[in-house]
């Protein structure tokens, strides 16, 4: 019998309003999210819930937990680096917000496990702004870059994520993209909270977008993810914990039916569907774990700990053998980098060997290097194999880029052992190596080979069939 396992490319229909993009596709979604296929989020994804439920209608005292259960249930919970709730901080509803706040914190981030608390804001005080929530999420958008987005879903009124926005560094909010469901959250700032008492610049979803955010609107989800009790019986007396607060919590909703419709956004971004339901939400939450993801492995070769300005951590070079650490001076140029630290310090030697214990399976490894000593071409030359086999051969930095120039070579490499191999050996002087990126390979990576001195050839993604 023949198996057929294909990749299959979406369609997408992408509008455009000033900066704001409205993506029509659950598929383009998730690119649009992540950069990876639909039904994943990826390693370095970030998210931020913002949450009103404190007046008006009650559905969030019932949506953030489902929304925190369906991020720890994926195992994202460690990604959560924004939470805030009660966010229609000019009228509110004493009852609702201690209602909100039981939801947001003391059972459900406890209960479901993962979470940094640390990052949950009531956002209101009073009738007013918690501007501590505020300044929080500002922040969390200014740490937001190509490899480090942020997906806030839009639980609530648009005005607490304009005003974070607004405050926010221009260049990382092509890096933010913002979900919703609700055209009742898109206007309500701008078109009633005047009139209830909101004062000063007010934020509408439109508005987001020409500030440069990403925009994502879906379907609202109260005909998707909503269901009766009877559909969501299966959370009651189950004697999962867990659970059973999420039932608990739909029944202080005091609704009609199970409301969770914000939740409904948070699915989307963790799977693409925008067709949220009782029994897909039940199937994803009592489903066996996924197996968690490899963190990245990145070494400052030959020197200390580095953060990079993508917030990245470099740990101080390790799973060397042999070979001389050497630094440069820190105020030494070096073109081509916005990091010129990776690249002002180096581990060398004739055979340059590192031995780097990951888990087996397929990784995209990126070699990094510089030409800091020599002053001519033809005064350092070595190759580079990966498990084993040739990457490069006869690399000459000087003649490739030139002196205090950076350099990355980036290749797909497989691991049965436990533990992948570089290894750089000279022909003329010492291979050399600045900086080490080791990380997971995504699905449809395109595998490199080698194809002569300083070139690789990039082979598309095939299409397999097994019998």
Known sequence: MLRWIIFCLALTVTFCLGKARYVASAVAAAVALAATPAGTAAASQRFALCNDGNFHDRDDICALPMELALLSAAGQAGSVVHVEYSNHFWESDSAQAAAMQQSATVNTANTWGGFNTSVFFDAHS?????????????????????????????????????????????????????????????????????SEGLTGTTYNWSQLGTMGANLIHIKDQNA?????????????????????????????????????????????????????????????????????????????????????????????????????????????????????????????????????????????????FAEMYHNAPGQRVFSVTLEGQPVIKDLDIWATVGKFAALQRTFGVTVNDGALEIVGTASVDNAQLAAIQVKPATVNQAPTVYAGPDQAITLPNQIHRAR
């Not at 806030?152 to 919703?180: D, E, F, N």
Request: glycine share 10%; charged share 10%; aromatic share 10%.
């Open 126 to 194: 009073g009738n007013n702004v918690n501007l501590a929530a505020v300044n929080h999420l500002t922040n969390a958008i200014n740490q937001s870059s190509a490899s480090s987005p942020l997906t806030i879903m839009a639980g609530g009124p648009m005005q607490t994520i304009g005003m974070a926005l607004a405050a926010s560094r221009a260049s990382a909010r092509p890096y933010v993209t913002i979900i919703s469901h609700s055209t009742w959250n898109d206007v309500h700032s701008g078109n009633f909270g005047p």
């Open 224 to 368: 998707t993810i909503n269901g009766t009790y009877a559909e969501y019986s299966w959370l009651n007396g189950s004697g999962n914990a867990r659970l059973q607060w999420l039932w608990d919590r739909g029944q202080a909703a005091g609704k009609s039916n199970f409301d969770c419709s914000d939740a409904g956004m948070t699915y989307y971004a963790l799977t693409g569907d925008v067709n949220a339901s009782p029994a897909k939400v039940r199937t994803f939450l009592t489903a066996p774990a996924p197996t968690p993801t490899p963190a990245p492995v990145r070494i400052n070769c030959g020197g200390p700990a580095y953060t990079d300005t993508a917030g990245q951590t470099w740990p101080q070079d390790s799973f060397f053998s042999g070979g001389t650490a050497r630094k440069y001076s820190s105020s030494q140029f070096v073109s081509g980098t916005a990091d010129a630290t990776l690249y002002q310090s180096e581990r060398f030697a004739q055979t340059l060997a590192y031995t780097i214990p990951v888990a087996n399976g397929s990784y995209v490894v990126t070699l990094y």
